[in-house]
């Protein structure tokens, strides 16, 4: 079987977010923001995620920036480089750029003032980054001051809920295949979890 992700994938989002101006995505950011605002939205999480490149990442990371500065919403802001491998990549070449191309940068940034990122995400899953190099990630953003926020056990059991728990992770999101012990463990570490039920469904109907 496979599974497509409603919009065509995430490489598909990617191609056109690498293509697409920081200017347009900054609009696009800001109407939905101003819609959740109306909603009463007080508090959102962006995420980058659809560069898996440096440029492309950095770019996202900017766009959130400046919706923080010129709206009256409160942003959490979380790099999410490793949502998926890049096109042409192995998952060790992957996580070495994160670890010493991408990573380094936004700390760079950080530590001049530059930008604000407040968690990091890595998607955990069979075909994407395994448990050793989300590790590696996660344990990198750590120690970069960022809180652990990441995809786990969504398509298959993984135990990242155990992974995430030892780690200190703030928030584990997804969990449709995580195990019991699992679950003992995150709630031994106070981990919440961030169930997303219309993503199940979503992928439920596209798969082939």
């Keep these: 079987m496979e599974v497509h992700r ?58 959130i920036e400046e919706a923080r500065s010129s709206l009256p919403i409160n942003i959490s802001s979380t790099y999410c480089g490793a949502h998926a491998v890049p096109k042409g990549k192995t998952v060790a070449e992957a996580t070495e750029d994160i670890l010493q191309v991408q990573l380094p940068r936004l700390k760079e940034l950080m530590s001049a003032g530059r930008l604000q990122i407040h ?53 584990i999101s997804h969990l449709e295949e995580v195990t019991d012990e699992g679950m003992v463990a995150m709630a031994k570490a106070k981990t919440a979890a961030v169930l997303l039920p219309t993503t199940a469904y979503i992928l439920r109907y596209c798969t082939l």
């Excluded at 968690?119 to 001051?145: H, P, W, Y």
């Excluded at 993984?158 to 992974?163: F, G, L, P």
């Design 119 to 171: 968690n990091i995400d890595v998607f955990c899953e069979q075909g994407v980054f395994d448990l050793v190099s989300t590790r590696a990630i996660l344990q990198a953003g750590k120690e970069m001051g960022l809180n652990i926020n990441f995809h786990g056990d969504e398509l298959h059991p993984m135990n990242s809920a155990e992974m995430g728990a030892e780690l200190g992770a703030l928030a």
């Design 6 to 63: 409603a919009g065509g994938g995430i490489h598909y989002t990617v191609e056109h977010t690498r293509a697409a101006a920081a200017s347009d995505l900054l609009t696009s950011l800001r109407s939905r923001l101003q819609r959740m605002q109306r909603a009463g939205t007080t508090l959102v999480e962006c995420k980058s995620g659809y560069g898996l490149e440096l440029q492309t990442e950095l770019k996202m990371l900017e766009v």
